[in-house]
Each structure stands twice: as C-alpha cells, then as structure tokens.
C-alpha cells in the first residue's frame, strides 16, 4: 500500500459536494522524448492503477500499446486513461510529442480543461515544446510546468525556467527547489511548507523531513522570490503582503491556483518521472492548481444560426463532442468529451453535423488499450462509446430533442504526399477501403486521386506521419503495397494580378440558355486582408448591375477556381478578387450561368496575371557535438536553409534555420553519416515561401 505525501496545505477548492468538483481533465504535452509518456506510466503507478512500471525502452508501456509505437520507442496516437487520486478522478490524455502528429495533439487540447508542459531539463524549451504550447494558448488550456530528468548530466532548473520565460513568456512561478544535482538528484525542497520530501531507490514513497541545513538560506530566499512573484500579479496576495510582508501557504496556493487558471502564471515542478521522484507533488499540483469541469467556462454551441451555452450539469441536455475515432478487434471506438447533461448505454443521440440519429451500444471507461464497462457517462467525461456509424472527429452529439452544433476542432493541412497503390491489382479496392479507414480515424490525412495518372495519393503532416499510415495499412490489413516518393504539398499565389479583366459566358443550345457577364480584378492578398483559406472576395457593383444572388454565385465559382492553379495544377491562395462591373440577361441569367462565369473568369484571369509558386518551409533545429558544426552549416546551405541563430546547450551546438520541406527528404540518415551518428534534428512547419523559379512540378 503506498501512502500518499501531501506537499501543499490549505483547503483544496473541491472539497464541494459535487462530484464534478473532483474531476481533472488533463494532457501531458512535451516535445518529443522529454519523457511525456514515462511521467504518465508513474503517474499509474504512484496512483495505484498499475502495479509494475512500464518502460519506453522495454515497450512495456501502458499508453505506447500500438505495435508501431513500441518499436518506434516513440507516441504515434493521443491514448486515454483513468486514474484516481487523493479523491479525485483524473482522466489523462497522454499526447505525441512528434511534430508530424500535432493534429492528435490538436484535437486532445480541445477536450481537455488542463494540462501538464513537461520539459527536458537539460535542453528546457524545445521546438515542439513551444508548437504545443503555442496550440494550449490558442484553446485557453490552463498548464503547470514539470521540468523532468533532473537526474540528467547537465540538468540544471534554473536554466530550463529562464527558457521558459524566454521563448514562452508566462511567469513560471517555481514552487521547488532540487535537492542534489544531476546523479545526485535525491528530492525537492517544497517552498510552500518549507519541508523536503527525499525518494531513495526502492521506496514506493517520498520521506518527508526538515529542509537540510544546506539548503535553508537558499529555500528561505527561494521562497520570498516565489511570494513576491505572487503578489505583484495577485490582488488579494499583494494587500496580504503589503499588511504582513509575508504570504502564508494558503494564500499561496490560493493565489497559485488563480493564477494557473487565468494563465497570468505557470506553477514550476520538477523530478525524475524515470526514477519515480517528483510524481506525487505533481499529482498534487494537478488537483490543486488545475480546474474541474466546473471551474471553466461554459461551452458555445449554435443552433439555427443562433448562439448557445451548456453548462457542465448532469442534469442539462447532452451535449458532447467526439474528438477521436479508432478501430480495434472489438468494435469502432469513439471518444467523447461530455459537457452537457448525462448519456446512458442504449440512448439514442443526435449527430447534429450529419443531422442524424446514432444508437449508443456501450460505455467504456478507457484506460489506453483496455476498457472498463460503463452504464452513464455525465457531463466532465471523456469515455468512449461503442456503436456509432457516421460520428467523425469533430462531430456533436446532443440529445435529439435539444440539438446543438460545437465548434469542431481544427484540422491541419497536409503538406507532404506519396503515391500508393497494391502490389496486386486484385486488391485494389481493398486498398481504397482501407485508406478511407485511416483517414476516418485520422482528419490529418487526405486521399485523393490524380488526375494525370490515375494514382491514388496519401498526404499527411510529414515523412513519419505517412510511413506509419502505410504501416497499418500492411499490418491491420494484411495489404502489400507499393509507395511512391515523396513529394511536397505545393501552393500558388498572384505576384502581380489583372484589373478590369472580362469574362463573358453566353451558352446556347436549345431552350433557355446561359448568359453572365463579370468584371474581375484579382490582386494579391493584403496584411489587412481577412478570409477563410487566404482568399478575400467583395463586390462594388453600383445600380443592381449584377444582383445580390448572382454576386453570391459568382464569388462560389471564384472559390471553385482556387482548386487548382496555372502553373501546375496547385491550389491557390493568398488573393483578393473584386466583382467590379457585370450584366445580366433577363430570361438567360442564373445561379448555374454566375457561378461558371465566376470560375472560368478568374481561371482565365490567373492564367493572365503573373503567378508565384509557394512551397512548404520548415524551421529546422539540429543539435551537433560542437567539432560537427561546419558540416552541418554547410549541408544546410546546400538544401536551401537560411540559418537563423546558433547556441550552445550542455556541450552540443543547436543551430536553427528555416529549410524547404522538399529538402529536408532523407537529411535524417545524412545528418547521421556527418555527425557518426551523434547529430539529432527536429523541425516544425513555418508556413509558405516563394519557390525558385525553376521548380514548377505538377500535382
């Protein structure tokens, strides 16, 4: 039986009556290999809900169960799972830190109420590291910091902090402080209480004890930055302070707890997930420091073009939001967060995206690979469900007789692709089955067919992200396939546009014909320009030239133009098109006649304007032992790159530089062959940039 070390005093918020007031809905996100799954292994352990540690190395871990992620040593698939602690239930989400998979990240943020940032605490904030947090930004997901593998040569948390001020700019308020360094790392000093909690190897728990001698001028001093800190972006803090010059634990972690939930303040743990120090004053934080359901805003919704809230209450109507679809042996799971109201095994629910009515078969309590039967699920849940057809990620399920739609997640754009096709023409349409299975599971890929050669297509987010989707198609399948190279997702966009462009289209074959007549002016897109898909549409049409319907047909057809552009059959975007003059025919004019005239006028208009090839950039960041530099610099001038700044982290050189994604194709195993092995790099997406102009490759 482990016991449980409590390292914060005053009275927790949910000490309520209400059950929701003891739920944390929660995400580890982390850059790749900062140990996100390790802290979620000793989270089960420390729990109680596992009874042997799993390793990442061993592949004996409980979220990393897919066979490719086990040989991989790396998370492929966001994985559910449930624990309790101290009273409270928290269901974990445990994310890919891999740029390739940030859609799965993406669609786990926009369930969750609060997540834990874990960083390396030898390189501190990593690329990926910023690009989740970033997206926790964007969905207003409150966070605490757990600096981990302080038992790593070079650790050093002072520096892993600084980094975290720098590149992500909250406030870390660090509420430890290390006792011992690097191999040496026994414990932490807990500022609040100003006791010291040591694990030696083999306990199953923390001892806690008086803060050693050695450490006391430094905690004391550690402890009145931390209530200074505190005061200076508290209110209630600040006059405590100014009365007594001095904050006690409880207005500390009161005012700790306001702070992480508006997001004006990042509480700052450390440990060894690895070695099991830390975890239980981090499951103290997330229960402390992290809002329940009940804490964050209600959710919106819309129905009927007007604007609804559900407030996290058993008794509300449904309301929930699927944000993860899979197949397994057993049956097609899909995941839900519930917001609103209570669903029962049996219930009948609303698809209010598909407008169509799904039968629930079962409740399941998921904990990664294995499922525990439930009979209802209420508002704060994220189970998954058994028995749904058409839900999608993304899709709103509501109760038939109180429809509502929520906002779905966002969906990345593929930027990179590779033909695929069976070895055996016999199974072709297996192949075509089994891609629609993927996709439906993953929004982040899209299949499609070219049209020059008849190949079926797969994009996705990068090179690893679409070698694991043929993977399962060859391994769930039982598929052998043939892959192409890869390629990248290119766009076009106007340098230099056309005004006062004409385009009539007059049909006539037999009875009513087709007549519409635009005035175009297409011009490159301004900063000051909003639109969906980097395309702005308006009209200054005066004396009802061309009617307000027909205005609408024809911007409908300039939109169907974007699909493919002049120079090789790419989308196109970042324009502005103008509808500046037209005329109209009154028996022949319609919808049907606008709408072509709109998409052959700005077809035939780009044709005339001076067009720009975009390609996919990425920022790059290699990280090389310091004599492995100048190669490095020089094959990255080779592919491209432009090298935006160099340090020197715990003896390695990082250098940072903006690469085009069709470069980078095979720099892995290049990196490898000039740096003997020792030369690592990660890289995130960064946008568009012009191409040169002598690349302009077919779609």
């Known amino acids: 039986m482990r016991t449980r070390i409590s390292t914060h005093t ?40 596992t009874h042997k540690r799993g390793e990442v190395h061993d592949g004996t871990t409980v979220t990393d169960f897919d066979p490719q992620e086990r040989d991989r040593g790396i998370t492929i698939f966001a994985a559910a799972v449930s624990c309790a602690w101290a009273g409270h239930r928290i269901n974990l989400i445990d994310t890919p830190g891999h740029v390739d998979f940030a859609d799965e990240v993406e669609r786990s943020l926009r369930v969750l109420d609060g997540a834990v940032a874990v960083f390396d605490a030898v390189a501190g904030v990593e690329p990926q590291s910023e690009s989740v947090w970033r997206q926790a930004d964007r969905h207003g997901v409150p966070r605490i910091a757990f600096v981990n593998k302080m038992d790593r040569a070079g650790a050093d948390l002072d520096a892993a902090v600084a980094s975290i001020r720098e590149r992500l700019h909250p406030a870390p ?30 306990a199953q728990a923390a001892e806690e004890g008086p803060v050693p001698d050695t450490l006391r001028e430094e905690a004391l001093r550690r402890r009145r930055l931390l209530e200074e800190a505190v005061a200076e972006r508290h209110p209630a803090a600040l006059e405590e302070f100014c009365d007594r010059e001095t904050l006690t634990a409880a207005t500390l972690t009161a005012a700790l707890r306001d702070l992480t939930r508006t997001g004006d303040g990042v509480v700052v743990l450390c440990g060894s997930a690895y070695r099991n120090r830390g975890v239980e004053p981090l499951l103290d934080a997330v229960v402390t420091y992290l809002p329940s359901p009940l804490d964050v805003s209600p959710v919106h919704g819309t129905h009927d073009g007007t604007e609804q809230e559900r407030t996290a209450d058993p008794a509300a109507p449904m309301a929930a939001l699927a944000f993860k679809v899979s197949a397994t042996p057993t049956g097609r799971l899909t995941y839900l967060r519930v917001y609103s109201g209570t669903i029962g095994k049996g219930d009948t629910v609303w698809d209010a995206g598909t407008r169509r009515t799904e039968r629930v078969g079962r409740i399941l309590r998921v904990r990664a690979d294995r499922h525990d039967p439930l009979e209802r699920a209420v508002a704060g849940d994220i189970v998954a469900v058994v028995g749904l057809k058409s839900a999608r990620a993304g899709s709103t399920l509501c109760a038939p007789d109180a429809p509502l739609l929520l906002e779905p997640p966002g969906a990345a754009e593929p930027v990179v692709h590779v033909a695929v096709e069976a070895r055996r023409s016999t199974d072709t349409d297996r192949l075509a089955s089994a891609l629609a299975r993927l996709t439906e599971e993953d929004p982040s890929l899209a299949v499609r067919t070219a049209p020059e050669t008849g190949q079926t297509v797969l994009s996705g987010m990068g090179e690893l992200h679409l070698e694991v989707a043929v993977e399962r198609v060859r ?71 061309v009617p307000q319907e027909y205005v609408r047909a024809v911007e409908a057809g300039c939109r169907d133009a974007l699909a493919e552009g002049p120079l090789g059959g790419h989308p196109v975007t970042g324009l502005r098109v103008t509808l500046t003059d037209g005329q109209t025919h009154v028996k022949d004019s319609s919808d049907t006649a606008f709408r072509t005239a709109g998409r052959s006028g700005l077809r035939d208009a780009l044709r005339a304007s001076r067009m720009v090839l975009l390609e996919p950039v990425v920022e790059v960041t290699v990280t090389v032992p310091e004599d492995g530099v100048g190669g490095v610099l020089g094959d990255l001038a080779a592919r491209r790159g432009r090298v935006t700044g160099s340090d020197t982290r715990g003896g390695a050189a990082v250098v940072t530089a903006t690469v085009p994604l069709a470069e980078l194709f095979g720099y892995a195993t290049r990196l490898r062959s000039r740096t003997q092995g020792r030369g690592t790099f990660t890289a995130r997406p960064t946008g568009y940039a012009p191409a040169p102009a002598n690349a302009v490759p077919t779609r």
């Open 475 to 545: 391994r769930e399948h039982g598929l052998e396939v043939t892959v192409g190279r890869p390629g990248v997702a290119y766009r076009e966009t106007v340098g230099e546009g056309v005004t006062g462009f004409v385009h009539r289209h007059v049909k006539q074959d037999g009875g009513a014909g087709q007549f519409a007549h635009v005035v175009l002016d297409v011009e490159p897109w301004e900063e000051e320009d909003t639109g969906g898909g980097g395309f702005v549409f308006r009209s200054t049409v005066v004396g009802g030239r």
């Open 173 to 202: 308020l660090v509420v430890q402080l290390p006792i011992g360094a690097e191999d040496g790392f026994t414990g932490v000093v807990d500022l609040l209480r100003l006791r010291a909690l040591v694990w030696t190897d083999g």
């Open 10 to 49: 005053g009275t927790h918020p949910n000490t309520r009556t209400d059950p929701l007031a003891t739920v944390r809905n929660l995400g580890i996100l982390a850059h790749v290999d900062a140990g996100k799954t390790t802290v979620t292994e000793r989270i089960l352990y420390t729990t109680g809900t």
